[in-house]
């Protein structure tokens, strides 16, 4: 439920970065990751894929390039993260989270 809420905030931000296409690319790294671990070593890809998503598309910086939104990078760092820092069970799950914040969120335009 805490992930949820994290995504829904995060998408109703007043200059949003995360909107549903990047709900729905969320969806295709977690069926990387669900194929990576049916043995599918190209799976894997989604760690570098998603970091990189993140850095370009999600992260804000201000003028001195300093990142303003640390708190939701920090949030989705345990989705990528290689090694002790992945969450694999939160990765697992990732479908109701997301799935959750695109229906609620249904109809708004993003």
């Known amino acids: 439920k805490k992930y949820m809420e994290i995504l829904d905030r995060a998408f109703n931000e007043q200059d949003?970065?995360?909107?549903?296409?990047?709900l729905y690319r969320l969806l295709k790294?977690?069926?990387?990751?669900?194929?990576?671990?049916?043995?599918f070593?190209?799976?894997l890809k989604f760690h570098s894929?998603?970091?990189r998503d993140?850095?370009?598309?999600?992260?804000?910086?201000d003028k001195t390039g300093k990142v303003i939104n640390q708190e939701l990078i920090n949030a989705l760092r345990p989705l990528h993260e290689v090694?002790?820092?992945f969450d694999s069970r939160l990765m697992s799950?990732?479908?109701l989270?997301?799935?959750?914040?695109?229906?609620?969120?249904?109809g708004g335009g993003r």
């Open 41 to 43: 070593i190209e799976g």
């Open 93 to 95: 799950n990732l479908k």
């Open 54 to 61: 993140i850095r370009r598309n999600i992260e804000k910086k």
């Open 16 to 22: 949003p970065k995360v909107n549903a296409s990047f």
């Open 49 to 51: 894929a998603m970091a």
């Open 83 to 85: 090694g002790a820092g």
């Open 97 to 106: 989270p997301v799935f959750w914040t695109l229906y609620k969120n249904r």
């Open 29 to 39: 790294y977690h069926e990387m990751y669900k194929r990576s671990e049916q043995g």
